[in-house]
């Protein structure tokens, strides 16, 4: 029996083993994915103060400046609002895309319930799983955006986002994203990108002011409308790798608890094993004792 | 000649950050010249060449895609979604093409790598809780 358990716990053992080797590994590709992550962000926020000041700087100085990005008046009543869900492609990463899900899901109910329609994209192919597995119809999906954000994708996603609210095809588009605070705070938010929310920007705080005097060429109006795709492309770029830092960081959490669990169960089948091993030594040294008893007797 | 600084940057890097006599940009109603010294302006760029003389006196062009640019103190921002080297737009073009190719290859096998190691971990999970269930 004693064997038997030894063979048992062996193969136990071995199963953990290479389970933690696993999760090991994983966790270390994440950390290493989230450091690279923290880069292009830290870089982005940079990009994105530069832009914004420029945004809000033009929005004082013309006030006047009134188009599309700013009022919904194109649209054409086809569907109301659309949604960028960005979450993962992969799984593995804890209650990360539950997460989002479930804010997806109540923000769904609450537009429906007012009696609008949506439409929703998505960035990640297990987002997608999800809440298609809850009923939600997924216009489209942009796989492979959220794993390694890039340009090439931000630059397709946006123009898609801006085409279809400058045709008319909804009033509004919000993105749905996890928001990196600090390694101990991550929460899920809905910003509205389109159109535009001119408060937002009335709050932004400037480092150096601009010169009172400033020249817009050819005209405010077209400076606002080159001024605009690239905050919005710039914006969308900081959500994926907002969303990319907080995937991994998720994934690295969910590993190292993994890996903890499987320390665990290892110190725990190591004693086991170590009993086990014991026992069948005793065992065999009082058979010995035993049958030399016998035979010292029989003599 | 006197020089200004330019930077050129796109939301995911900084292509150009360098001193400059002279920066050309093409506007919507045609180009654009800015010296060092010029008057705090914002322009709309637009998809085109960029050109500008370094301090050491040579020229060179970039493409750029839509953005805007603008020029305060003797610094100028080129903001843009990309920009290219237009003095070897093959070698750019084939740059790009390599990098998404690796880019997408490295989202195949990172998918590939996930994947296997969810159904490895699934194995050794269902293994064991087989031969608990078989003890009992």
Redesign the interface.
């Known amino acids: 029996m004693a064997v038997k358990n030894i063979n048992?716990i062996n193969?136990?053992l071995d199963?953990?083993y290479?389970?933690r080797h696993?999760?090991n590994?994983?966790y270390m590709l994440s950390a290493s994915a989230m450091r690279q992550g923290m880069e292009?962000a830290d870089?982005?926020r940079a990009?994105?103060r530069?832009?914004c000041t420029?945004v809000k700087?033009?929005l004082e100085k013309s006030p006047d400046v009134r188009n599309a990005f700013i009022d919904s008046d194109g649209y054409l009543g086809k569907h109301d609002t659309a949604f960028l869900v960005i979450a993962s492609?992969?799984?593995?990463c804890g209650a990360y895309n539950q997460n989002v899900a479930a804010v997806v899901e109540a923000q769904l109910q609450r537009v429906r319930a007012d009696g609008r329609e949506t439409v929703v994209y998505t960035a990640g192919l297990k987002i997608a799983e999800i809440l298609r597995a809850r009923g939600v119809e997924i216009y489209r999906d942009f796989e492979?955006a959220s794993?390694?954000?890039?340009?090439?994708h931000?630059?397709t996603i946006a123009q898609e986002l801006i085409d279809i609210y400058r045709c008319g095809f909804v009033r509004d588009i919000y993105v749905v994203f996890t928001e990196y605070e600090s390694a101990a705070k991550q929460s899920v938010i809905i910003h509205r990108l389109l159109p535009l929310v001119v408060e937002n920007f009335e709050t932004i705080p400037i480092d150096a002011p601009?010169?009172a005097?400033?020249?817009?060429?050819?005209s405010s109006e077209?400076?606002f409308?080159?001024?605009v795709?690239?905050y919005l492309?710039?914006y969308l770029?900081?959500c994926f790798c907002s969303a990319q830092i907080c995937e991994n960081l998720s994934r690295m959490e969910a590993m190292q608890s993994a890996t903890r669990n499987a320390d665990e169960m290892i110190k725990k089948l190591t004693t086991a094993y170590n009993t086990a091993r014991q026992l069948t030594i005793t065992s065999e040294l009082t058979e010995i004792a035993a049958a030399t008893e016998l035979i010292r007797h029989s003599v | 000649m006197n020089t200004f600084r330019l930077d050129i940057v796109t939301p995911e890097r900084r292509v150009l950050s360098e001193d400059v006599e002279m920066l050309k940009l093409c506007l919507p109603d045609g180009e654009y010249v800015l010296l060092a010294g010029h008057e705090p302006v914002t322009a709309a760029v637009d998809y085109g060449l960029v050109s500008y003389r370094s301090a050491a006196g040579e020229t060179h062009e970039l493409l750029v895609a839509d953005g805007f640019a603008q020029m305060q103190a003797d610094r100028a921002f080129v903001f843009t979604d990309q920009c290219l080297d237009a003095d070897d737009l093959d070698r750019e073009q084939e740059k790009l093409e390599r990098r998404r190719m690796i880019e997408k290859a490295r989202y195949d096998e990172s998918l590939l790598t996930h994947h296997s190691a969810g159904i490895f971990l699934a194995r050794a999970i269902t293994s064991r809780k087989r031969r608990r269930t078989r003890l009992k």
Request: proline share 8%; net charge negative; hydrophobic share 30%.
């Open positions: 048992e193969r136990d199963a953990i290479q389970t696993v999760t590994a994983m292009r870089y982005n990009y994105m530069y832009v420029a700087d033009l492609d992969k799984s593995l492979g794993q390694y954000p890039s340009m090439h931000v630059y601009y010169p005097r400033m020249t817009y060429e050819p077209e400076v409308n080159k001024m795709p690239q492309q710039g770029y900081g």
